[in-house]
């Protein structure tokens, strides 16, 4: 079964079918030493050449797939690390064919839930600004927190790289110099949710994402551990990009 080549590469996590519409039109893919053109079409034993890189075609097609992983603190969210610290791809099944592609990025000290698929394009649908997917956080923050500050949280800070702000923030208990938090954005900027929190005098001592999008956190899920996504939660991640659930082509 054939597949246009821009659907296939964005699957195999490339980038998004616009840009690999982009890349084909720029003559920078070749398909059995031919330049590639717009409309053509693969059914999985083609050469395929990527700016001069030979990319292998799976031996047979990959159902999509998506999980959620419990990211600990004291993890990254590379394949690799110079330094040895352990990532979280050390703890991920292995797949048949394809390879796993993280959904965003938490710190070394943040935990919480980690979106995964081996579907290129939902992730990069996933990710990208225009979707405009919450992510919502608990934070524990030392000091007490004035309405004056929460106010400027919600009406937006200026940070070195643009004005941002809290699309919701609540108090969620504690007391003495811990007080909990729980936020919500609406973007993906690196540290945000601790750099507003610096912006206005405070510093995060805890920060857990419990939700990307439409997909939470299960509370019975151990740090260190993966669910993967039943078909109902996958076709929520599809629609709520816009993309069609591949059950349904």
Known sequence: MSERLQKWLAGQGFGSRRQMETWIAAGRITIDGEVA??????????KIVVDG?????????????ALVYHKPQGEICTRSDPQGRPTVFDQLPRLASGRWIGVGRLDFQTSGILLLTNDGELA??????SAELQ?????????????????????????DDGNAKFDTVEFAGGEGSNRWYRVVVA????????????AVGHRVSRLIRTRYGPARLPRDLPA????FLPRKE???LYDAVGLESPADE
């Open 37 to 46: 053109t717009l409309g053509a079409k693969v059914g999985g034993h083609e």
């Open 53 to 65: 890189r030979l990319v292998r075609l799976p031996r047979k097609a990959t159902s999509p797939k």
């Open 124 to 129: 990069n649908a996933l990710m990208h600004p």
């Open 135 to 159: 992510r919502e956080y608990a934070v524990r923050v030392l000091g007490e927190v004035s309405e004056e500050k929460l106010r400027r949280l919600r009406r937006g800070v200026e940070l």
């Open 187 to 198: 973007e993906g900027r690196n540290r945000l949710v601790r750099r507003l929190w610096e």
């Open 224 to 227: 260190g551990r993966y669910r």
């Open 234 to 236: 996958l076709d929520a």
